[in-house]
Nanobody
Framework: QEQLVESGGGLVQAGGSLRLSCAAS????????IDWYRQAPGKQRSVVAT???????NYVDSVKGRFTISRDNAKRTVYLQMNSLKPEDTAVYFC?????????WGQGTRVTVSS
């Protein structure tokens, strides 16, 4: 069964860190580009970071220098290391995997940053 499962969310104070994980199953993981999206209350879902099949990461301006995306193909997992968290980072974070016409979403993990 093709599946993405996120974990690692939680409640953290501003300035703190969290590491999110996105574990894949049922897909040829190495072929897939993986994105992290987030959706804050009342807002649209938007991309935060993307990692290509060769491990190149790209980031939205608001998280550059604070977030790092990485992948471990042997573990079929993508990570999002989030440092210097701000209250505006509060959202449900989703991972998305895509390759050709194949597109998968995870169920999301909630991140709450208190001020």
């Amino acid at each position: 069964q093709e599946q993405l499962v996120e974990s690692g969310g939680g409640l953290v104070q501003a300035g703190g860190s969290l590491r999110l994980s996105c574990a894949a199953s049922g897909i040829t993981f190495n072929n897939y580009i993986i994105d992290w999206y987030r959706q804050a209350p009342g807002k649209q879902r938007s991309v935060v970071a993307t990692i290509t099949t060769d491990g190149t990461g790209n980031y939205v301006d608001s998280v550059k220098g604070r977030f790092t995306i990485s992948r471990d193909n042997a573990k079929r997992t993508v990570y999002l290391q989030m440092n210097s968290l701000k209250p505006e980072d509060t959202a449900v974070y989703f991972c998305r995997a895509w390759y050709g016409r194949s597109l998968l979403w995870g169920q999301g993990t909630r991140v709450t940053v208190s001020s």
